[in-house]
């Protein structure tokens, strides 16, 4: 019994470390992937963040400059304009 229980163990051995190579090498190509994943996650991140910056300050500088506009057509019609900016005849 000693000895059929011997061989069975080093048949269990070589086929545990068999499996342990295998998932060592899916395991490497896991890791690889969401690597590469993480990578590609951070980018989209990063478009993200920039472009709703971009948009916020353009819609901040279109509401300042409507606002600028708004206050010179206003001038203009109520007659209160600067000097400066009257046309001389």
């Known amino acids: 019994m000693g000895v059929a ?3 069975a163990h080093i048949f269990q051995s ?3 470390t068999i499996q342990g190579i295998f998932a060592a090498i ?5 890791f690889a992937l969401r690597s590469v994943m993480s990578v ?3 980018f989209v991140n990063f478009v993200e963040g920039t472009l709703g910056f971009a948009i ?3 819609f901040i500088l279109g ?6 506009l708004a206050y010179v057509l206003y001038t203009q ?3 209160t304009a600067p000097v400066s900016r009257r046309v001389k005849n």
Do not use: D, K, Y
């Not at 899916?26 to 896991?30: G, I, L, R, V």
């Not at 509401?63 to 600028?68: C, Q, W």
């Open 5 to 7: 229980s011997g061989i």
């Open 14 to 16: 070589i086929l545990e």
């Open 26 to 30: 899916f395991h490497m190509f896991e």
């Open 40 to 42: 590609f996650q951070g």
């Open 56 to 58: 916020h300050n353009f």
């Open 63 to 68: 509401t300042v400059a409507a606002a600028i």
């Open 77 to 79: 019609r109520q007659g």
